[in-house]
């Protein structure tokens, strides 16, 4: 598979992976609540002899994200094809709302902790950062 090709198909498999939120992020709206506008969408290169300590890592950020302030939609593991990517989906009202939430990671000492686990275990090879936004009518 061309490197073009295999580019295609990640970003079609990653969007695809978000739309059984997208419904619910315009229910929340139409009922009066609070909406997600941003996604923040990260997509890891990973050592995949390393994907148990990934796992390890993405595990922990199940209670620190939304403790932090950000809307966790899941981390995504490989399970079948390339076995060194992995995805995690965070949503957002609005960018400053990313930004605060960024703070807040930086300060509190058990997400530090697992920056450090994962930069002195060196599971993740890449990180690339995409935001997203919500199409409505």
Partial sequence: MSVARRTFVTRVISVAALLPFIGSAARAQTAGEKSMNVVCQIRYQIDP?????FE????AWLSLIP???GELLG????HEGTNDVAFAM???DSLASYEAYRARLRADPKSVA????AER???ILR???VFLRTVRN
Avoid at 49 to 53: E, L, S, T, Y
Avoid at 56 to 59: E, F, G, I, P, S
């Fill in 49 to 53: 002899f390393k994907k148990a300590q």
């Fill in 75 to 78: 981390y995504f593991m490989p």
């Fill in 56 to 59: 390890q890592y993405a595990k």
């Fill in 127 to 129: 990180e690339e950062r």
């Fill in 114 to 117: 697992n920056f450090e686990f």
């Fill in 121 to 123: 275990e060196k599971f």
């Fill in 90 to 92: 965070i949503g957002f």
């Fill in 67 to 69: 403790a932090a302030g």
